[in-house]
């Protein structure tokens, strides 16, 4: 836990290695927020999103959530857009292994949910990198993003701030 907030807080690089299956996902994600943002235009759904805390001088910051694409055709998500108030740019990212190091990347082409699936953004792997804070992101507030799609689709959410990673406090009872 101690090892993990450590990293968690200075974003070096994503932490453990989570196996991204959706049922086990949405398992450990059941005792987390619940926003459901279902946007007819969209069809996307997104569930258990939130952003976690930092300490105030922070400049960056990751969003998770799961997106469950409930229409018949492929979804990609293809940009994230943040406030300039809150944070200069919100990129999307995947962790990849680099020998024995965990690394960031930003995924250029976005992420793309498959019709009627889900994809969990979630530590070790996909997540929205926010970058370029103000003011760091301060536990029980909430952020604005807008979610854009490939087809020009729009979504607007609202997550909550977060202090702890949802399975961290999972991983305790
Ligand atoms: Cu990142």
Redesign the pocket.
């Known amino acids: 836990m101690c090892y993990l907030s450590k990293f968690l807080k200075t974003l070096l690089v994503a932490i453990y290695i989570t196996t991204l299956s959706f049922s086990a996902s949405s398992a450990a994600f059941a005792h987390g927020h619940q926003e459901h943002n279902a946007n007819q235009k969209t069809d996307i759904m997104v569930m258990s999103g939130y952003a976690r805390a930092t300490f105030p001088l922070a400049k960056t910051s990751?969003v998770y959530f799961t997106l469950h694409n409930q229409s018949d055709k492929d979804k990609t998500l293809t940009s994230v857009t943040v406030s300039e108030e809150l944070a200069s740019e919100a990129q999307i990212?995947t962790t990849v292994m680099e020998g024995d190091v965990m690394k960031?990347r930003e995924l250029e082409d976005g992420v793309t949910i498959g019709a009627g699936e889900m994809v969990s953004f979630e530590s070790g792997g996909y997540?929205i990198?926010l970058l370029g804070l103000n003011n760091g992101l301060v536990e029980g507030t909430e952020i604005k993003l807008t979610l854009r799609f490939e087809d020009n689709d729009e979504l607007d959410i609202t997550l909550p701030v977060n202090k702890d990673d949802v399975k961290s406090h999972h991983n305790h009872h």
Request: hydrophobic share 60%; no cysteine; aromatic share 0%.
């Open positions: 990751a990212h960031m997540h990198m």
